[in-house]
């Protein structure tokens, strides 16, 4: 990198090199923009791929669709950007593509490389050009008066040459990453339920039980008068009710709700996306909790015979979906809860390995999650560090020899 002898000059952006400049969106790109024919709950369904961008063959008669040939590739194969309206993300797409009216693609034109600009637009913070109200949106006209920094186009090339070879990077940590949460799954499936057995505990029998024989139920009431007040997030566990809500919904008076420790369980009745039948969640992050009496609390009844660790991933698993669905109809949801009493739930019958292999088969998983979280830690910094390096070489405060 080189910094050498470069002036630079204020602009609406800041300060650049005084040989870039500052252009609209609108000046650099040809807009495309999908027009997506109506379609019913039904069809709507069927249709594979992310929204709003598809790549399934499926949908022709939906959405518009794009080829991007030899005529249209003016700067390389990496084709041209597309601008989701309602999650601002830009990316290079090539070949055929199904787009809809929920985004904007954009084909670069002759002075501006489609890298470059990818790499730029991921690097706005779009809040700032939002329109709309309940729902962030980014129309034509706004995106077309973005600011974009053109530097000259061999630099720009450099400038996406490094950020995508960053690019590389994370995204090999995040298949990486991908394959470990896919191979815990796999584990999960299989070890929670018996199907593959660890080679010590093979001749050993499971036991058929019931939550009851195991769990007894927490009604503790909070009469210490602690203040941790939290909420049970199906994909996060126990969090702080300021943190999930931004706000304290609680009551000032928490006398009444449930004061859980460190270890004990907690049934959140709610559905959720990927838990139909509500979530079981381990208090780990805190010693005490003050949870609403909506919930249903446990704790074992004997953790030297029983693993929390295991209960912990089995709950995780879903595997109570089954007796839930036989306890907890359809048609007796209110207000977003399941209708699940404390005697129904722990009537539910569960079929479990002995203390040793629970605790050997937590093992293995408490392993996996030590490797998940390994990779999303590296993931974190990889991004941290791309975006350093974007704040640098976006803004020409490191400037890239070329050569």
């Not at 077309?144 to 690019?167: C, F, N, R, T």
């Not at 949870?291 to 660790?309: A, M, P």
């Amino acid at each position: 990198m080189d910094n050498n002898n470069t002036i630079y000059k204020d602009t609406p952006l800041g300060k650049i090199p005084n040989d870039w400049e500052v252009k609209e969106l609108g000046d650099v790109v040809f807009f495309f923009d999908g027009k997506r024919k109506p379609i019913k709950d039904s069809d709507r369904a069927k249709i594979n791929g992310i929204y709003p961008y598809y790549g399934a063959s499926g949908i022709i008669d939906y959405v518009n669709d794009f080829i991007f040939d030899e005529e249209l590739i003016l700067l390389g194969e990496d084709g041209a950007n597309i601008i989701n309206r309602s999650s601002p993300l830009a990316f290079r797409v090539a070949g055929k593509i199904w787009v809809n009216n929920h985004a904007h693609v954009l084909k670069p034109k002759r002075d501006i490389e489609a890298g470059y600009l990818t790499e730029f637009l991921e690097s706005l913070k779009y809040n700032k050009y939002n329109t709309g109200t309940a729902q962030p949106k980014l129309n034509k006209e706004v995106c077309s008066s973005i600011p974009i920094v053109i530097p000259p186009l061999p630099e720009q090339k450099a400038i996406a040459h490094v950020l995508g070879l960053m690019d590389a990077v994370i995204n090999k940590n995040n298949q990486l990453l991908a394959q470990k949460e896919l191979q815990k799954k796999w584990l999960m499936q299989n070890l929670l339920t018996g199907k593959k057995r660890l080679q010590k505990f093979e001749k050993e029998k499971w036991e058929e039980t019931s939550l009851g024989d195991l769990f007894e139920r927490v009604t503790r009431k909070n009469s210490e008068q602690n203040t941790n007040v939290v909420t049970i997030s199906a994909q996060r566990g126990f969090v702080k009710q300021t943190d999930f809500f931004n706000k304290t919904i609680a009551s000032d008076i928490v006398d009444n709700y449930f004061l859980v420790e460190k270890g004990e369980f907690c049934y959140n009745k709610s559905y959720s996306n990927g838990y139909p039948w509500g979530a079981t969640k381990r208090l780990k992050d805190f010693e005490k909790a003050v949870v609403t009496t909506l919930y249903i609390c446990f704790g074992l009844k004997n953790s030297q015979k029983n693993s929390g660790d295991f209960f912990e991933h089995f709950f995780e698993a879903n595997l109570l979906d089954k007796g839930l669905t036989k306890i907890a109809h359809e048609g007796g949801r209110a207000h977003g809860l399941l209708n699940v009493t404390p005697s129904d739930f722990f009537s539910l019958k569960i079929t479990i390995p002995t203390s040793g292999e629970q605790t050997a088969i937590a093992q293995v998983l408490i392993t996996a999650d030590k490797e998940i979280q390994v990779l999303k830690t590296k993931a974190e910094k990889l991004r941290e560090q791309k975006k350093g390096l974007m704040q640098q070489l976006l803004t020409g405060k490191k400037r890239l020899a070329i050569i």
